[in-house]
């Protein structure tokens, strides 16, 4: 998510502005400290023109590919698929 913000050149502050949540809330999602709620992280990724797919495990340590990000809840992954215009 972090490198989709990049990409996109949005910064913290006007994420943080565009999802309407307090100050630094993305920066601490960002870096693990505070955990979204589905509701918040579903419109993280729609602000960043991404969608998520969430994958259960069968509660063994997760392996995390290049395209998948770890959750804070290491029982679930989710892939962060952005959109096209083809979708």
């Given at each position: 998510m972090i490198a989709r913000r990049l990409e996109l050149g949005i910064t913290q502050d006007a994420l943080n502005h565009s999802l309407g949540v307090a100050d630094r809330l993305v920066s601490k999602w960002e870096c693990?400290?505070?955990?979204?709620?589905?509701?918040?992280?579903y419109c993280w990724?729609?602000?960043?023109?991404?969608?998520?797919?969430?994958?259960?495990?069968?509660n063994s340590p997760p392996t995390v590919s290049d395209e998948m990000e770890k959750a804070?809840?290491?029982?679930?992954?989710?892939?962060?698929?952005?959109c096209s215009d083809q979708e």
């Amino acid at each position: 998510m972090i490198a989709r913000r990049l990409e996109l050149g949005i910064t913290q502050d006007a994420l943080n502005h565009s999802l309407g949540v307090a100050d630094r809330l993305v920066s601490k999602w960002e870096c693990g400290t505070r955990t979204p709620t589905s509701f918040h992280l579903y419109c993280w990724a729609d602000a960043l023109e991404s969608k998520i797919a969430i994958t259960a495990n069968d509660n063994s340590p997760p392996t995390v590919s290049d395209e998948m990000e770890k959750a804070v809840n290491d029982n679930i992954l989710f892939n962060v698929h952005h959109c096209s215009d083809q979708e």
